[in-house]
């Protein structure tokens, strides 16, 4: 319905045509590659992946595709890690719909599209990438790792959902635990429930 709403708006108030839709990376880019649109609109939740693996994908390619991301998840934790995958904005679903119209000419235009609350993230962040700590010193493989075990998946649903060997899912894993100091898979699956609960409003309440 949300995606239905968006296509409405953009075709109504831009005047632009939708080239098509997708729900896996590997359908993205294949459309991607046969209607060569001016700009894609991605969630980072897709089937069996997430969005940004499209990004790692276009970025490999080095497809300069402009893009917009999604996303139900929090602006402070996930706006910083898809611009610097190579988004070139993000928006929150809980921000207006219409918000996406503000956007895309921007974006177009080759601007970076995001709140206000994270542009002063972003000042705040300016030579301080010598400082990064906790989730900051993830990579995105490890990120994403990071969020399924906070949602309950055990490394053989890890492994199937993103398309892995579970032998590399262990590796992220032990990484993920180095990284943040955790003494054991207890460690792991408390802390990184507790972080999807805040992040993600996945722990209940009113």
Known sequence: MFRERVAELIHKELGMTICGEADSVEAAMELIAATQPDIAIVDLNLRQSSGLELLRLLKKQENKLPV????????????????????????????????????????LGGEIYVSEEVKAKLLQQVGKTSDRVGMDLFSDREWEVFRLVGRGLNSREIAKELSLSEVTVTTYRHRIKQKLDYRNAADLYRKAALWVAEQEGLGGGA
């Open 68 to 107: 917009l991301v999604l996303s139900m998840h929090d602006e402070d934790s996930y706006a910083t890690r898809v611009l610097r995958a190579g988004a070139r904005g993000y928006i929150s679903k809980e921000r207006a719909s219409s918000e996406v119209i503000q956007a895309i000419p921007k974006v």
